[in-house]
C-alpha cells in the first residue's frame, strides 16, 4: 500500500489530469492543500470519482477494487456526504440517489470553501497560485469566466449579444437564483486585506445551482434583487465576470484587491489576452479633464497618465466599462472588438474544449470513452 505522501501525490496526479489541472511544485504545497481537504480514506475516495457523476455503488466496487476498502453502502454514502458537505467533492442528482464526482481546485473546491475559510487554507491558496496555480488557471485559451460589460457603457448603436448582457440573461432566466458570499473578499478580509471596493461581500450570483444552497451557503433572490446586486456592482466598481458560456451558471462581482483571477493576471506584463471580452475602452484626449475618476475605477491598471490626461493601455484593458460609467465628462467610449469571442453553448462543452485543447484531439477521444464508462482519466 501506498505511504501517505504517495498517497496524496497519486491524488495530485490524477487531479492534474482534468481541464484546470492541479500542477506538482518545487515547495509541495500542493501536497499540504490536500492534506488539508481530504484525510487518507477521502483521499482514495476521491480518486474512485471523475468528472462525470457515479452512484455510490459505483464507488464502492472501485474502492475495493483499487485499494482494497471494503465499506458498506451506508457508511460510504455517509461519508461521500461528509465530503461534500466540507466542499472537496461535488454531487449530482436532484431526484433519486445523488451521484459524485471530482471537483476542480478553482472554479471547484476553492471556491465552495466560502464561510468556512482558516487563515492557514487563504495561506497556502495564495502560496499556490503564486507558485504554480496561477499559471495553471490561465494556461488555456478558453478562460473558465469571460467579462460582461456594464450596460450603461455600451452606446446604444452596438446590437449587444445576449451572453454579452447580464441584465438580459438575468431578466429572462428561467433558472432559480441565490447569492453567496464571495470567497476571495472573505479571504483577504481574513488576512487584514479587506476589499477597498465594497463592505457587502454578499455578491456572488448562482444561476440553477443546487450545490451552494445545499450545503446551506448560498440565499434564494428574486429576479429584482439580482438586478439591484448588478447595478450595486456598476456603482461600486467592480467587473462583471459570468461563467464562459451562453448558459452561465455563475456571475463573479470581481475587485481587483481580492479577485485571485483579476490579481493574478495584473501580476502579468499583458493580462488582456488572459480575458475572454468582446470590447475594450478608448478616451477621447479633447473632453479629458484628467480628473482621474477612470483610474480609481479601473480594476485592471490599465489607464496611463499622460500630459494630465489619462490613455487606456489596450494590454490591460478587458473591457469591463467601469472607466465610461464613471467618466463625467464622457470622454471614454466602450469600443466593441472586430473579431467577436463566442461563448461554448454550457458549462459541460467549456470544459470538454479546455481539455481537448490541453490533451489534443487523439487522447480527448479515449478521455472521453473512459469518462463515458465511468473510468478514471
Do not use: W
Not at 46 to 63: D, E, F, N, P, Q
Not at 84 to 102: E, T
Not at 232 to 242: F, I, S
Not at 275 to 286: G, M, V, W
Amino acid at each position: 500500500m501506498p505511504t501517505e505522501n504517495a498517497l496524496y501525490r497519486q491524488l495530485q496526479i490524477q487531479l492534474d489530469q482534468y481541464p484546470i489541472g492541479y500542477p506538482a511544485t518545487k515547495s509541495g504545497v500542493e501536497i499540504d492543500l490536500l492534506k488539508y481537504f481530504f484525510t487518507p480514506l477521502q483521499a482514495k475516495i476521491a480518486m474512485c470519482l471523475t468528472l462525470r457523476s457515479v452512484s455510490v455503488g459505483a464507488v464502492r466496487k472501485r474502492l475495493k477494487a483499487r485499494f482494497h476498502v471494503e465499506l458498506s453502502s451506508g457508511d460510504l454514502s455517509a461519508m461521500l456526504e461528509e465530503m461534500f458537505m466540507k466542499g472537496v467533492i461535488s454531487r449530482a442528482g436532484k431526484a433519486g440517489p445523488p451521484r459524485y464526482s471530482v471537483a476542480m481546485l478553482a472554479i471547484g473546491i476553492f471556491e465552495y470553501q466560502v464561510d468556512d475559510l482558516t487563515v492557514e487554507l487563504v495561506e497556502m491558496i495564495h502560496r499556490y497560485f503564486d507558485e504554480a496555480f496561477g499559471a495553471e488557471f490561465f494556461r488555456s485559451s478558453l478562460p473558465q469566466l469571460r467579462v460582461s460589460p456594464h450596460m450603461k457603457a455600451i452606446v446604444p448603436d452596438y446590437i449587444v449579444d445576449t451572453y454579452d448582457n447580464m441584465r438580459h440573461f438575468i431578466a429572462h432566466t428561467k433558472e432559480t437564483l441565490h447569492v453567496a458570499n464571495c470567497v476571495c473578499k472573505q479571504g483577504e478580509a481574513l488576512v487584514g486585506k479587506p476589499c477597498k471596493q465594497t463592505d457587502n461581500y454578499e455578491v456572488c450570483l448562482l444561476i440553477g445551482s443546487t450545490s451552494y444552497p445545499a450545503r446551506r451557503r448560498a440565499r434564494k433572490i428574486s429576479k429584482e434583487e439580482c438586478l439591484r446586486i448588478l447595478d450595486t456592482a456598476e456603482e461600486k466598481g467592480m467587473v462583471l465576470q459570468p461563467g464562459n458560456s451562453k448558459k452561465p451558471n455563475c456571475i463573479c462581482i470581481c475587485c481587483g484587491c481580492c479577485c485571485g483571477v483579476l490579481t493574478t493576471a495584473k501580476k502579468q506584463p499583458r493580462p488582456a489576452r488572459f480575458f475572454a471580452t468582446n470590447y475594450y475602452a478608448q478616451i477621447d484626449k479633447a473632453p479629458c479633464t484628467g480628473c482621474g475618476i477612470c483610474v480609481k475605477r479601473c480594476q485592471m491598471d490599465a489607464l496611463i497618465a499622460e500630459d494630465k490626461i489619462f490613455r487606456v493601455d489596450a494590454d490591460r484593458c478587458i473591457g469591463c466599462g467601469l472607466c465610461v460609467t464613471g467618466c463625467k465628462a464622457k470622454a471614454v467610449t466602450l469600443i466593441k472588438k472586430d473579431k467577436m469571442t463566442v461563448p461554448p453553448m454550457n458549462t459541460e462543452i467549456l470544459y470538454l474544449s479546455i481539455l481537448m485543447e490541453r490533451a489534443g484531439r487523439k487522447k480527448m477521444i479515449a478521455n472521453m470513452l473512459r469518462l463515458l464508462f465511468g473510468k478514471p482519466l
